[in-house]
């Protein structure tokens, strides 16, 4: 499917836009610190199913938040609801920290779900809206996603870092794509995106 700004690809009913596969990016942690987890008008995307997983994790990751991130989730019921009337993750009051990151020894920041986790004391991992960035998920009429990549100025080293690497977008992504849409769903990105790729030569 072509359309005057690009080449869109169909896989059933996903909708997946040309930068996710031609674009070059993977996280450069060194530089950025985690900025994202700090930086934005509102928190991270929340899918409804997930705010029940926090609910049900809270007690083994709340331990290990800022206070002032362990009150902000506490009071705002672990999720909020931005201008756009979307469900998002709270921000500590008067910022743009995310409640459920914290801050650590490299001066670094981090989500505590997600490391919690990573040590086995949650099964609930951080929001998929933040393992699958720079791709944002749009809800299509009739059921459907699209897929489309959102380039933050705070990233600009994941991009050049993808450059350096030869790391595609799609490819940096494989594990949360993989988990957010399945196996084949990948498999079929990865056909889509060589044929596009080569089209572009």
Known sequence: MKHSFGTIIQIGDILVSEDVVC???ACDYQVCKG????????????????IEEIERAWDAFSPHLPEKGRQAALESGFFEVDRDSDLVTPLVKGSSECAYARRGDDGGWRCVIE?????????FRKPISCSLYPIRVTPLTGGGKALNLHRWDICRSAFENGRKTNTRVYEFLEEPLKRAYGKDFYEALCAAAKHVLEEKR
């Open 23 to 25: 674009e070059f990016f």
């Open 35 to 50: 900025a994202c987890c700090i930086e934005g008008d509102s928190g991270a995307p929340l899918q409804e199913s997930e």
């Open 115 to 123: 490391e919690c986790h990573l040590r086995g004391e949650c099964a």
